[in-house]
Each structure stands twice: as structure tokens, then as C-alpha cells.
């Protein structure tokens, strides 16, 4: 079954430390995945997508994600974390053909001081 | 800058009443959908409707009907509230039903007691 996974339930990083958040899909073809976020309180906010093409993709807030079709993977990263960063990030697919953004369980993003 | 609107913000009601939340964009997309995430943070589609039309219906309770009076907006009702219907309701648009972005709004959160 079509599916994306998060296998990191919570991270905690130090504040100007960087920081990587996993995610693998499972799907025979290409398909089209984004990387979201929620702060408290709030709905969800795009940090960036990919489309097929160049593998790295660069987002908002300095975040950037890198896909790659042999691990099935679209990992997150940033260079260094800042306290706003604080939150809940979604990894999430569309599927050719589907109808709808499937997500991921989420991954909660704390930083320490 | 929001662009989906969401009322009421927070709701609570007992077990058995009827409850209806309202969505509306200002976009001018076509797509429109609801999600549940729940206390885990999960996220779920339920419905979503592309100009008035419905075009995704996951498993959800019968109690569960969506309302779309024209492309910027869509409802969702629930008859008889049950204790499981506790959660966070989404509402997102996206310009068409095809691999695009969503834009969220900042949901109406349920509390059924």
C-alpha cells in the first residue's frame, strides 16, 4: 500500500545545532512530496515540495529537503535550528493519480537552549 | 497571510447534538478538503470536493456529511456527535485536485464531552 513514514516520533535539538527529520515513502513510481509544518495552535504551513526534478530542494526558513528514489526517501534538513523552530513537521505525498496529500505521523521538533 | 477561514475556532458540545463548522477561501481555488487530526497528531482526509462536486469520501461515520454551496466554501456537518469525534477538523484548499499545494486553515478544534 501507498504509505509515508516518519519513524522519529519527537527530536530534540540545541538551539544553532543543525537538524535532519527522516521520512521514506513507499511507492513504486515518482511521486510529488512536500514537507509541512504546524506551529501550536495553528494550521498547517508549506516549508517546501518537490517536484520531479532537481533532487535538493530549497525552502522557506532555511530548510531544505533532498529526494532520493534509491532509499525511497525525502529527508529534511537545516543548517542551524533557531527556537522558532519549535513545532510539528508533516512529511507528505501525492501520489500520480491521487486525490488527496497523504501525511505522515509527524515528528515534534523541540530546541533547547 | 490567512486565506482560509475557519469558524468556530473551538467548540464544545455533548454527546448526541449536532454540530456544523463552516470554511471558507479566498483564493480562488477549485479544491477544497477536510482533514481530522486527532490527539496524536494524526492526519487523516476525509472529504474533499472539487467546484461543488465531491470527490474524495474516505471511511468515514455516516454521521459525517460535508456541504458545499459553491467553490469557496465547504462545511462539514456531523448529526449526533460521539466521544471519538474529539479533534482537531482542518479545512484546506488547493488550486486544483492534482498534486498541488494545500493551504491550510487553522482548524476548529472539538471537544465532545
Known amino acids: 500500500a501507498q504509505s509515508v513514514t516518519q519513524p522519529d516520533a519527537r527530536v530534540t535539538v540545541s538551539e544553532g545545532a543543525s537538524l535532519q527529520l527522516r521520512c521514506k515513502y513507499s511507492y513504486f513510481g515518482t511521486p510529488y512530496l512536500f514537507w509541512y509544518v504546524q506551529y501550536p495552535r495553528q494550521g498547517l504551513q508549506l516549508l517546501l515540495k518537490y517536484y520531479p526534478g532537481d533532487p535538493v530542494v530549497q525552502g522557506v526558513n532555511g530548510f531544505e529537503a533532498e529526494f532520493s528514489k534509491s532509499n525511497s526517501s525525502f529527508h529534511l534538513r537545516k543548517a542551524s535550528v533557531h527556537w522558532s523552530d519549535w513545532a510539528v513537521y508533516f512529511c507528505a505525498v501525492w501520489y500520480q493519480g491521487g486525490r488527496a496529500l497523504i501525511f505522515g505521523t509527524g515528528t515534534t521538533v523541540s530546541v533547547s537552549p | 497571510e490567512t486565506a482560509v477561514f475557519q469558524t468556530p475556532n473551538y467548540h464544545v458540545t455533548q454527546v448526541g447534538n449536532e454540530v456544523s463548522f463552516n470554511c471558507k477561501q479566498t483564493?480562488?481555488?477549485?479544491?477544497m478538503y477536510w482533514y481530522k487530526q486527532d490527539s496524536k497528531k494524526l492526519l487523516k482526509i476525509m472529504f474533499s470536493?472539487?467546484?461543488?462536486?465531491?470527490?474524495v469520501n474516505e471511511t468515514v461515520p455516516r454521521r459525517f456529511s460535508p456541504q458545499s454551496s459553491d467553490k469557496a466554501h465547504l462545511n462539514l456537518r456531523i448529526k449526533s456527535v460521539e466521544p471519538e469525534d474529539s479533534a482537531v477538523y482542518l479545512c484546506?484548499?488547493?488550486?486544483?485536485?492534482?498534486?498541488?499545494?494545500?493551504?491550510f486553515g487553522a482548524g476548529t478544534r472539538l471537544s465532545v464531552l
Open positions: 484546506a484548499s488547493s488550486l486544483d485536485s492534482f498534486q498541488n499545494t494545500l493551504y
Open positions: 483564493l480562488g481555488h477549485d479544491t
Open positions: 470536493y472539487n467546484n461543488k462536486q465531491l470527490i
